[in-house]
């Protein structure tokens, strides 16, 4: 199959032809004929398989056949700004020589970017890629008019619901009028969101080509560490091999900032991404990091999704994912395309059940590589802050040390991080010759004054909203 048998538009493939696409992907071979032919659909696929495309072409081709155009055409949902912004820009280039309009409503931005939104919803604009949160504001505001609308699409709904946002979704889908076209495109196919697509589509087609396994192209190696090796032997894997663009997947917020630091001061051009950074920087780090002008990029799951960036030669999971599913995203980023890349975990002892989960998952082992000389493994040790084997202190003393410490070397972790492998040793000398109930009660009394820290909640509405 070729583009051609679509008969898309002539000024529609024109763009198509400038943008360089050669031959539908599977996923825009199976959904491009179903939208075509005014079906609702439901689309299993994930990011890298060309399923912008898939529900692009076909609503953009519609559109240009529409001769008296309603004040807002298509509705495209998506959970980030940094997801609005490469559909909008996709938009953009092949809309290029057929008039096609297009705006992107997300918020974080200034107040001229705001008042521009105002002012191309007032005015009208053929296709609208919002948050949900945002797009809420603007329709808060009684400036929208959502009811001519004859395309909506939701764009990662599975993430959109993960992020709370399904109210919000709710309360815009009531603004829309019932006859239209509804497409819901999600990288996973969970119980919930099917009962959701029940209360949006009507009679819906149904394509999976969801990915369970990462692409052919990757190298995926496991390293088994402790949790002090991992920063040493991450220096090392960075400056060893030729690497042009690399991303660091972290657990939370605090730790990507953390490492980010550490790094930093070894002598490596890093960029933590984070949600405290304003929407201008965190705009600029990805066109710098796109570009090539910025060789590593740290972050946490928030760049596992949607964030669409080619020739990435190796992505590190500086720690395991919590979901077997975040694994095939992570290591998603690099070999898109039909290009190779590299695709680095470090494991230790907490994480070796749920990197067997991921591996179950694959219907795969991941080779596990030998550390290189110069890193010694602790990662079978089952905890770095319990005395060691043979120990002959009395049972009490060690529970109580063994117990005092670990509080103490938690105490300023955020929570879900784990401790440096340095931090037994501190608490170590920190105590050592202490009364033993003075010791207890020193610790209690720190625990309790500590707040803990929160992990980062990459992306919710709160975030996406303002």
């Known amino acids: 199959m070729i583009f051609t048998d679509f008969n898309f538009d002539s000024n529609l493939f024109e763009g198509l032809n400038s943008m360089g696409f050669k031959t539908p992907t599977p996923i825009q071979a199976e959904t491009i004929p179903i939208i075509q032919e005014q079906h609702d659909l439901i689309a299993c696929a994930q990011t890298g398989t060309g399923k912008t495309a898939s529900y692009l072409l076909p609503v953009m081709d519609?559109?240009?056949?529409?001769d008296q155009r309603p004040p807002i055409s298509a509705l495209i949902l998506a959970p980030t700004r940094e997801l609005a912004m490469q559909i909008d820009q996709q938009v953009e280039g092949l809309a290029y020589f057929t008039g096609i309009t297009s705006i992107a409503i997300y918020g974080g931005g200034d107040g001229i970017g705001y008042e521009q939104q105002r002012r191309a919803l007032r005015e009208g604009v053929d296709i609208v890629i919002a948050t949900p949160g945002r797009l809420i504001a603007h329709i808060s505001s009684g400036i929208v008019r959502l009811d001519e609308i004859k395309f909506l699409v939701l764009d990662e709904a599975d993430r959109m619901l993960d992020m709370g946002f399904k109210d919000d979704i709710n309360r815009i889908v009531r603004?829309?009028?019932?006859?239209?076209?509804?497409?819901?495109?999600?990288?996973?196919m969970p119980p919930k969101i099917r009962t959701f697509a029940k209360t949006l589509l009507k009679q819906p087609k149904q394509v999976n080509i969801a990915i369970s396994k990462p692409a052919e192209g990757i190298l995926q190696q496991q390293y088994r560490v402790g949790d002090g090796q991992k920063t040493p032997l991450l220096k090392q894997i960075l400056q060893s091999g030729n690497y042009r663009s690399v991303i660091v997947f972290s657990s939370t917020k605090e730790k990507?900032?953390?490492l980010g630091r550490e790094l930093t001061r070894l002598g490596l051009t890093v960029q933590p991404f984070?949600?405290?950074?304003?929407q201008e920087e965190r705009e600029q780090i990805l066109l710098r990091f796109k570009n090539k002008q910025l060789p590593i990029l740290i972050g946490t799951d928030v760049l596992s999704r949607g964030i669409d960036v080619e020739g990435i030669d190796l992505v590190v999971n500086y720690d395991v994912p919590p979901d077997p599913e975040d694994y095939i995203h992570r290591v998603g980023r690099t070999a898109r395309?039909?290009?190779?890349?590299?695709?680095?975990?470090?494991v230790n002892h907490r994480d070796q059940r749920r990197f067997l989960a991921i591996e179950r998952l694959m219907d795969r082992k991941v080779e596990e590589t030998a550390l290189p000389e110069g890193i010694e493994s602790d990662a079978g040790i089952p905890d770095q802050a319990q005395p060691k084997r043979g120990s002959r202190h009395p049972r009490k003393n060690r529970k109580s040390g063994s117990k005092s410490g670990r509080k103490s070397t938690h105490a300023d972790q955020p929570k879900g991080e784990s401790t440096d492998g340095n931090a037994p040793a501190i608490a170590d000398a920190a105590t050592e010759g202490a009364p033993k109930k003075k010791k207890k009660r020193r610790f209690k009394k720190q625990n309790k004054d500590q707040a803990p820290n929160t992990p980062e909640t990459t992306g919710g509405p709160a975030s996406q909203a303002s």
Request: glycine fraction near 2%.
């Open 175 to 188: 603004q829309l009028p019932t006859e239209r076209q509804t497409m819901l495109f999600s990288a996973t």
């Open 256 to 258: 990507v900032k953390s």
């Open 337 to 346: 395309a039909e290009r190779t890349g590299t695709a680095i975990t470090f």
């Open 62 to 66: 519609a559109i240009c056949r529409i």
């Open 274 to 278: 984070h949600s405290d950074l304003a």
